[in-house]
């Protein structure tokens, strides 16, 4: 497989580059939009990730993408430095927006999902993993209550299923109440990724020990659940 990555940020550069190998995915680097773009006219690639701190270079790079045959079939991915439209990431089957700070694992993760890619193996925290369906409400300072569906659960955190509009600039807080239980759950969140079917991934912060007991228990009683191409936070 082939990717592009465009990034003026050294860190994120070297990031994307190893994570990318250990994917097996070939990586070209650039760090200007009009280099970028001649490269998609050239050549096709499955993966354009580009990096919004350079906000109108990023802009310019999905939308010259979404003119170019060669990228009919590319996934779009944005890392993001801030809330960002998802309208950035027009052009593409597949649109992705993963939010700083972002870690190898969460990068990794990110790109393995957007691209419908599968691990080889999984760690113990990704093992106690759940696909579901159930009712959740999320609410925050500046934020109403919204409801929402937990789609996919873990101990670390949770893909959710979204009507309304969820900000990323901040913590916010989760309350559900786990099939054949009684007791509500709730814990801290911050968002971790934004895709265009509505969904989005938050990672459990600050968690009590009740909280974290009571997750890790109903987890560990629950069949195994087949990898999931929903990004695992």
Same mark, same amino acid.
């Given at each position: 497989m082939q990717s592009l990555l465009f990034s003026r940020d050294h860190e994120i550069i070297d990031l994307a580059g190893e994570v990318l190998k250990t994917l097996d995915i070939e990586v070209s680097r650039c760090s200007e939009a009009p280099e970028a773009v001649r490269m998609l006219?050239?050549?096709?690639?499955?993966?354009?990730?580009?990096?919004? /701190?350079?906000?109108p270079g990023a802009v310019s790079v999905l939308w010259a993408a979404k003119s170019l045959p060669s990228c009919e079939q590319?996934?779009?991915?944005?890392?993001?430095?801030?809330?960002?439209?998802?309208? *950035?990431a027009e052009g593409a089957r597949s649109h992705m927006v993963l939010y700083r700070p972002l870690s190898a694992e969460r990068l990794s993760n990110g790109i393995k999902s957007a691209l419908g890619l599968?691990?080889?193996? &999984?760690? /113990?925290?990704?093992?106690?993993?759940?696909?579901?369906?159930?009712?959740?409400?999320?609410?925050?300072?500046?934020?109403? !209550?919204?409801?929402?569906?937990?789609?996919?659960?873990?101990?670390?955190?949770? /893909? *959710?299923?979204?009507?309304?509009?969820?900000?990323?600039?901040s913590i916010h807080t989760? &309350?559900?109440?786990?099939?054949? &239980?009684?007791?509500n759950l709730s814990t801290?969140? !911050?968002l971790v990724w934004?895709?265009?079917?509505?969904?989005?991934?938050?990672?459990?912060?600050?968690?009590?020990?009740?909280f974290t007991e009571g997750l890790e228990k109903w987890l560990a009683a629950q069949p195994a659940t087949p990898p999931s191409s929903e990004v695992s936070v």
């Open positions: 006219t050239d050549a096709r690639f499955d993966a354009i990730i580009v990096d919004n /701190a350079d906000a590319s996934v779009g991915i944005v890392l993001a430095v801030s809330p960002t439209s998802l309208g *950035l599968r691990s080889n193996g &999984e760690d /113990a925290r990704e093992s106690q993993r759940a696909s579901i369906n159930i009712p959740a409400t999320v609410h925050g300072a500046g934020l109403d !209550e919204v409801l929402v569906f937990i789609t996919n659960l873990s101990a670390g955190g949770a /893909a *959710l299923q979204v009507g309304g509009s969820v900000p990323s600039s989760i &309350e559900f109440s786990l099939p054949g &239980e009684s007791d801290p969140v !911050e934004r895709d265009v079917q509505g969904r989005i991934g938050v990672r459990f912060v600050s968690m009590s020990t009740a």
